[in-house]
């Protein structure tokens, strides 16, 4: 069973950061996709930046704020999030993908999301 621990977000004031990291169960390299998700109250969980085939993606709303990285010491997953706005306000998931060609499944593994908050 894979486990993915979100740790990291919390209250900040609008234009601060936050580092948030996912630790696995396993190795992230058994991933094919690792990412980020974020969803809000009533809406649903949009993606924010993940890293598929060691090319990092985001968001346009994102984009040029947040980064995407794999700390293959720690064996985590990180999220640095600067200029941080209201808007960015969300429960935050750590995301992981494995890709069974020989079965043809695909399955989604997910962490319990943390807070992030931004106050204006």
């Known amino acids: 069973q894979v486990r993915l621990v979100e740790s990291g977000g919390g209250l900040v004031q609008a234009g601060g950061s936050l580092r948030l990291s996912c630790a696995a169960s396993?190795?992230?390299?058994?991933?094919?996709?690792v990412g980020w998700y974020r969803q809000t109250p009533g809406n649903q969980r949009d993606l924010v930046a993940s890293?598929?085939?060691?090319?990092?993606i985001y968001a346009g709303s994102v984009k040029g704020r947040f980064t995407i990285s794999r700390d293959n010491a720690q064996n985590t997953v990180d999220l640095q999030i600067n200029s941080l706005k209201p808007e960015d306000t969300a429960v935050y998931y750590c995301n992981a993908v494995t890709v069974d060609k020989g079965r043809g499944i695909t399955l989604n593994y997910w962490g319990q999301g943390t807070q992030v908050t931004v106050s204006s």
């Open positions: 890293i598929v085939n060691g090319d990092a």
């Open positions: 396993t190795s992230f390299f058994s991933f094919n996709v």
